[in-house]
Each structure stands twice: as structure tokens, then as C-alpha cells.
């Protein structure tokens, strides 16, 4: 038997343990563990196939995320329907999006519902995991993505921007906006859960400083 | 009465740059300002001379830093949901096994 060649050896040593990610990507974007099993199985045979195009000590994650979501992408016809619900989801999503920060601004608005009761958001973690990951896979798919690869895995805009291929304003915008129907999801999760109480009236003591 | 004339326009320059915050202007920045940067910076997106500045604002000010702290608890009840991910054993041997068939060979 030969010695391994570099691009073997590098494919053991930076790509194959990314498995974990990988799964977790997959995971989100074909929703069910099987499909997310079959995906991640293909991605890595790709990857094998086409390993002298991975630049060693580069981000194996990046690459493979890519690959991940071409094998996705092209499977797309099978859940046309699926896909066909999606893209009308983030149709409209999308028309309340031009997302910043900042007073009036949707992504003011839980914080703003809450501020008297939990200013610092404490109530978030007693949401569990489950409800999480669930609202994550209840996002429209153009934000999912983003908002999986950088809140998730870590990439930067820029690194989003390669994997998902539009540019890194396009990237924000829809990270801003995924983050934002997360938080009202998550809040009305925390409401339902007793997390927090739906009507208490608001304290205006004088404590809080606030004339 | 020239005085007059001279208070009159120090009120109104002062009053053009009033914040919302009379404490304000931590790092250089108003509230607004600092609330507009605060996902950039969060995300290590800004560049070291404005992510020190809206470091120091977000941190030091009163009624930013409950916005801070909410976001970040936030964004660290996501992060714990997902890496409680991991895959399953059998998909690596899954996965390994399928790149044998194709040439690939563990040590």
C-alpha cells in the first residue's frame, strides 16, 4: 500500500473532523436528521472527490459548508412545494426588512416589550434548546442560512458571503432580519412558557431612575 | 446687547448636539449611534477604531448596556441550543465507510 498523498492526509486532518458542523448546517437546512444524514454523507464524498481544490490550512469548514449547500440546492426539485412555501415566506419577510437598529425599529421591539420586566434578557436562558432549534427551522430558507453560519458556526460576513454567493450587505441585511423574527418567535416561546409574565403592568417605581 | 446675541447661539449649537442621553456621548458616540453599531459589533465586524469606541459606549452607558446585555443573553441561548448538536457515531462510520468505496483509506 502507498503512502498517503498530502491531499489525503490534509483530508483527514482538517476536513473529516468538521463532521460535527457539517451535521448541524445540514441539519438545519434539510430539517429532518435522515435527509440531514444523506446530505452530509454526499457533501463528504464530494469533497473527497474534488480534495485537490481544498487549499490545506484554509477554512475546511467554509468549503465544505459550500458544498453542503450546492448537494441541497440540487436536490431542490424533490421539495419543490417545500421550497415554493419558503421563498414566499421570505417574500414577505423581506418587505418588512431594510433591518437596522435603533428606536421604532423592529429589532427594538422586544427589547422594548420587556425592558421594564427583564432588562437584561435573563429570560432567555430558560428557553430550551428544542424551542430554539425550532424557530431557527421555522425562518424562511434565505435566512436560515445566514443566520446558521454566522450565529451557529461562527463565519463572518464575509465567509457567508463566499458560501451562500451574494454579497456581504445582502448577508447583514438578512442576518439582521433572521435574528430579529428569532427574537419575537422566542419571545412569545418565553410568554407561553411562563418565562415571563404576559401582563404584568409595568413597574414605574423610582427606582428604575427613570422620571 | 451682544451677550444675548452670543448665549442665544451657544444654546442652540449645544442644543444641535444634545443626545438622548444627558450623561452621554460615551466613547465619543450618542445612544443612537451606538445602538445602530451594536449587531456589527457583536459580530467583530467594525473596524478597531470604531469597535473601541462603540466597546466603550455599549459598556459604560447606562442605558445602553441593558440593550447589550439582552442581546448577548440572547445570542448565547442560541449558540448553547446548537452546540448541543453533535453527529451521530454512526454517520462517521457512515461517512468513512462511503469513502473507502471511493479510495479513501484511514492510517
Redesign the interface.
Known sequence: ?SP?TDA?RT??EEV?PE??A???FA?RLAGS?AEA?DL??ET??RA??NRDAYTPGTRARSWLFTICRNVFLRGEERRRRHEEIVREQSGQAAGASEA????GEP??AV?MA??DRD???????G?V??R??AA?DGLPGDFREVV?L????GL??REVAQVVGVPEGTV?SR??RG?QI??KE?HEVALEAGLLDRDAPEPRTSEGGEP | MNWVRELRRLLKEARGKRTDDPDGLEGGLTC?EA??H???WL???LDEEMAARVGVHLETCARCY??L??????????????R?????PD??A??LQ??ES?G????
Open positions: 500500500m498517503p489525503e483530508f483527514r473529516l463532521i460535527d457539517i451535521y448541524r441539519l436528521p444524514q452530509v454523507q463528504f464524498l473527497w472527490k437596522a437598529t435603533g428606536d429589532d427594538h427589547f420587556v425592558k432588562p437584561e434578557g435573563t429570560f432567555w436562558a428557553v434548546d428544542e430554539i432549534l431557527i446558521v454566522s450565529d451557529l458556526e463572518s460576513y447583514k442576518l439582521f435574528r428569532l427574537k422566542l | 443612537q445602538a445602530d451594536l449587531q456589527e459580530d467583530s465586524e441593558p440593550r446585555a439582552f442581546e448577548r443573553a440572547f445570542r448565547e441561548a442560541v449558540e448553547r441550543a446548537a448541543a448538536e453533535k453527529a451521530p454517520l462517521k457512515r461517512v462511503a469513502l471511493e479513501y483509506r484511514e492510517e
